[in-house]
């Protein structure tokens, strides 16, 4: 079978089902290209004097490091000058980049994470980087933060790169998921799988576990349960995982399944959660939900969340459906 490239991906999608017009197909390559980019940077590694701190800090008051910067500006001067956009927001700017005049401006709002997992650039663990699409509201020409508070169920796409042993970019239009392979000698990114669908059943989980004291009891009771193993209630063995970056905890039950929790805990409390909604949160709950898996917040599904700020945070809970369930099952008994 001849390899299919992002761009005949998209050209396809476009001719054959129009869920994808010529600008949300300039938005989508012009991502992807950014991404390439921001994968040669992260690959120099040393070499390119791309690791450590900025030594600067933003909006939500956590260190920069060089990668989160130089991503953030990678994907803003990608972005910029297309004409597909309205404006852009990500977790690196406190509020939204708008188009500059001298460009055209389009109907679409792009916010993302440039980098995701950045603890982890400087110990050589793979990073991402997490973004979503939305339309910007009718008649919006000079695009504030309120434009981009809409629940995730509102997206027109979303997606996600994992830098890692090989850089993969996995997408969803809302109908399906696809991963992408970079072909790094052409290039290219090459469809590897098509139509990704999420196992219903799990037994691998991914939380943070040096903050069990913190959780709330429905949390407690059902990681409990899991540790309890084939002694316990649910009478068989589990195992964790925990990557520390979102996208390839995430990547990785796109793959073959599990349950990833970022839930809410009384260290996280008073921010509403440790996960950004608009552009970790929402992207991922989309592309999961797109390969038959569940996303919440424990109380409530995770793409109806009204947001009420750009850097809003929540409690995270997606993956393998049935595990998802019991966990939200857990929240509604308590
Ligand atoms: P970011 O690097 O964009 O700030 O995101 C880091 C997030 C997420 O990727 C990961 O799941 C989580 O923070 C890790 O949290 P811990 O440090 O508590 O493990
Ligand atoms: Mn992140
Ligand atoms: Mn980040």
């Given at each position: 079978m001849s390899s299919q490239s992002l761009s005949r991906f998209l050209i396809e999608a476009h001719r054959t089902?129009?869920?994808?017009n010529a600008d949300l197909r300039l938005l989508l390559e012009v991502v992807a290209r950014a991404c390439k980019s921001i994968a040669i940077a992260t690959g120099k590694g040393a070499l390119g004097n791309v690791?450590?701190?900025?030594?600067s800090t933003n909006i939500q008051g956590e260190a920069q490091k060089k990668l989160d910067v130089l991503s953030n500006e990678i994907l803003l001067e990608a972005n910029?000058?297309?004409?597909?956009?309205?404006a852009l927001a990500s977790e690196e700017m406190d509020q939204p980049h708008p188009i500059p005049h001298r460009y055209p401006k389009g109907n679409y709002l792009l916010v993302f994470?440039?980098?995701?997992?950045?603890?982890n650039i400087d110990v050589n663990v793979s990073v991402g980087t997490i973004f979503s699409v939305l339309e910007c509201p009718e008649?919006?020409?000079?695009?504030?933060?309120?434009?981009?508070?809409?629940?995730?169920?509102?997206?027109?796409a979303a997606g996600y790169t994992v830098y890692g042993p090989s850089t993969v970019l996995v997408l969803t239009l809302g109908d399906g998921v696809h991963q992408f392979t970079l072909d790094r000698e052409v290039g290219a990114f090459v469809l590897t799988r098509s139509d990704i669908l999420i196992p219903q059943d799990t037994s691998e989980f991914a939380i943070n576990m040096s903050n069990h004291r913190y959780w709330e009891a429905p949390v407690r009771r059902y990681v409990d349960e899991m540790l309890a193993?084939?002694?316990?209630?649910?009478g068989r063995d589990f195992n964790m995982r925990w990557v520390a970056s979102m996208v390839a905890d995430v990547h990785r039950i796109l793959t073959r399944g599990g349950i990833f929790m970022y839930p809410m805990d009384d260290k996280c409390r008073a921010q509403g959660g440790?996960?950004?909604?608009?552009?970790?949160?929402n992207p991922m709950a989309f592309i999961v939900e797109q390969a038959g898996g569940a996303a919440s917040t424990g109380h409530q599904r995770m793409l109806d969340v009204q947001p009420t700020a750009l850097h809003q945070r929540v409690p995270v809970i997606l993956g393998s459906k049935n595990e998802v369930e019991r966990v939200v099952g857990y929240h509604r008994e308590s």
């Open positions: 089902k129009g869920n994808i690791l450590g701190n900025a030594g910029e000058w297309g004409g597909h956009l309205a994470d440039p980098l995701d997992g950045s603890s008649g919006v020409t000079e695009p504030d933060a309120g434009c981009f508070l809409q629940p995730g169920s509102r997206q027109v193993g084939k002694d316990g209630p649910r440790k996960l950004r909604l608009l552009y970790e949160a």
